[in-house]
């Protein structure tokens, strides 16, 4: 595919600079960033004519320009909007959103844009399921996606009706795993790019946004689920991929099947092994032993105190638990 140009016109010479190093390190970047600090060197430029979007300060902008491009968006600094008939983008907030925000407005200009699929290794799903509530399996894979994404791109996605978890929920609605799977259903050739749009991050651990209305995840098949993991494998953008998982979806068993390792947390009170029992009876009877086999259930030790924020899950007692965990993992892969 060949790039287009992205004219980066801003007098802050360092922010331009900074700003393009991070746009052209998102491997998936529609455009080639070049780099201007005023009109009159924009307008000197050897690439007039090839320009698709211009970028511009707010600060220089002039209704009037001597140059050509096919869209104009302004770097907005002021907080108004002086000029509504084009698109403004916030300068000072973090180069990442500011990558998303481009992104869109590339994919509103690019009916036909196929991104590039990065052919490679597929990832590792990783499932956390257990039949036992109030086990702390958010929070243990939580901590576990954390540390794992220290050496890894990994991915997190949590399936539950109600997280309960307002740190992993978006600012806005319509950015989260139910817009991902509209996404995959209705715009195929846009959905790597639609994907990172949506991606938020924890530390180091990229995830999506749980559902907001979860129950509307009990309409999705498991050939749907089955699809949504394929796409995003098919993507190259991660080496694991996280799986909070939930009795409350269609096809949970072949999931798991889907899944290279299973962790399941247990407990040891009379009710407690009583679900596992049973669980695993199920797993037999429908002939899911490979499911089994591959789960290794874990009984938490006594923790003294989980940590109050989320980025602080990779410190304390269960991180510790679950660092040990991996590093006897990796060494059987």
Same mark, same amino acid.
């Given at each position: ?13 360092? %922010? ?44 220089? %902008? ?175 953008? %991660? ?95």
């Amino acid at each position: 595919m060949e790039h287009k140009i992205l004219a980066l016109c801003d007098p802050e010479e360092d %922010y331009a600079e900074q700003l393009s190093a991070y746009l052209q390190s998102y491997r998936e970047f529609p455009w080639e960033v070049v780099v201007y600090t005023g009109i009159s060197q924009l307008a000197d430029s050897e690439k007039q004519g090839e320009i698709d979007l211009l970028l511009m300060a707010e600060s220089i %902008y002039a209704p009037q320009l001597p140059v050509e491009a096919e869209a104009t968006v302004l770097l907005n600094e002021s907080g108004l909007v002086r000029w509504s008939s084009l698109k403004n983008v916030d300068k000072y907030q973090p180069a990442e959103n500011v990558l998303k925000e481009l992104l869109e407005i590339y994919m509103e200009k690019e009916e036909d844009f196929y991104p590039r699929l990065n052919v490679g290794q597929k990832p590792r799903i990783v499932g956390m399921y257990s039949p036992v509530r109030r086990c702390l399996q958010t929070s243990f894979a939580l901590t576990y996606g954390q540390l794992l994404a220290e050496k890894h791109r990994t991915l997190y996605l949590n399936f539950e009706h109600y997280a309960g978890m307002p740190e992993l929920l978006p600012g806005e609605k319509g950015r989260d795993l139910s817009t991902l799977l509209y996404y995959m259903k209705a715009d195929q050739s846009k959905f790597v790019l639609r994907m990172k749009i949506l991606v938020q991050k924890k530390g180091q651990l990229d995830y999506i946004a749980p559902a907001y209305m979860g129950q509307n995840l009990i309409y999705i098949t498991v050939q749907e689920w089955q699809q949504l993991l394929w796409r995003i494998g098919e993507s190259g953008e %991660y080496d694991y991929i996280i799986l909070d998982l939930s009795e409350n979806m269609q096809g949970l068993l072949e999931i798991l099947r889907r899944c290279c390792k299973v962790y399941m947390l247990v407990k040891e009170d009379f009710v407690a092994r009583c679900k596992i029992d049973q669980y695993e009876q199920i797993l037999s009877l429908y002939e899911y032993d490979d499911v089994k086999e591959k789960t290794r259930k874990c009984h938490l030790p006594l923790f003294r105190r989980l940590p109050d924020q989320i980025e602080q899950y990779t410190r304390g007692d269960l991180a510790e638990y679950v660092r040990d965990l991996i590093e006897e993992e990796e060494e059987q892969i």
